[in-house]
């Protein structure tokens, strides 16, 4: 073998494998058609298609811009690649308060459309975040019973993230293990004039001061709590957990 030939077939090794792998996927997934719920099958109708907007969006970009991404993924592979349907509340929940249904599902490419870069993540140093949006609320509605209210719950899971973010070690259930960094530059220490802000973080100050989320802060717990990819899609993209051997009691 010569030269020639021997780069000529490191060439064609390389060129072929990102072909398949990068090149193809590309312009596969960049623009997916529309997929229809199925009359008769499906419990909605029309096309399947979620959609961001307003806080949500911006509050992405805080998430891409702080490397969120780095430690924790969003995306819930499907049980040939990992299975992720078999851990608790990662996938959708087993049982949802509001639906009283398993909504459970694998990602797809719908899950990403209309964003700058699907933040699929680098590595799970942290959980994944696909459904962190019901998994926190759920795990605030057992402990607080039955008697709570969606806002209590909602308003006890945003505290719950603001403090996360501003010093995860000041939580109770992560103050031993866990290793992301603070992000308290996104909150604002600042007089209390009048009444205290309902919003203001249970840490300790110096008298007279409180700690409060700042707009980025805000934008960014907002899309946190947005994460809910658990919405019914169609049977036509066979993403039922029911029909997935690896599945396991969540």
């Not at 501003?166 to 992560?174: A, C, G, M």
Request: proline letters at 7%.
């Amino acid at each position: 073998m010569n030269f020639r030939q021997f780069a000529l077939g490191l060439t064609l090794s390389f060129g072929i494998a990102w072909l398949a792998v990068v090149v193809v996927p590309f312009f596969k997934l960049r623009n997916p058609s529309p997929v229809s719920y199925t009359e008769g099958i499906d419990e909605n109708t029309g096309i399947y298609h979620p959609k961001r907007a307003g806080r949500v969006t911006n509050g992405y970009e805080v998430y891409a811009a702080n490397g969120c991404y780095q430690c924790h993924t969003q995306v819930v592979r499907n049980t040939d690649a990992g299975n992720d349907l078999g851990r608790p509340d990662w996938g959708g929940l087993k049982l949802d308060a509001d639906t009283g249904k398993d909504t459970r599902r694998e990602s797809n490419v719908f899950d990403y459309a209309g964003l700058d870069f699907a933040p699929i993540g680098v590595a799970r140093l942290g959980p994944d975040l696909m459904n962190v949006g019901r998994r926190i609320p759920a795990r605030i509605r057992e402990a607080a019973g039955p008697d709570a209210t969606a806002g209590e719950v909602d308003g006890a899971a945003r505290d719950w993230l603001y403090l996360h973010l501003y010093n995860p070690r000041l939580s109770p259930e992560l103050r031993d293990w866990s290793s992301c960094p603070s992000y308290s530059f996104l909150f604002e220490e600042r007089e209390i004039t009048g009444q205290r802000s309902d919003d203001a973080l249970e840490v300790a100050t110096e008298p007279g001061m409180e700690i409060v989320p700042g707009d980025k802060a805000r934008a960014l717990v907002s899309y946190l709590m947005s994460l809910k990819h658990d919405n019914p899609v169609p049977a036509s993209m066979d993403y039922s957990p029911a029909d997935k051997k690896g599945d396991t009691e969540g």
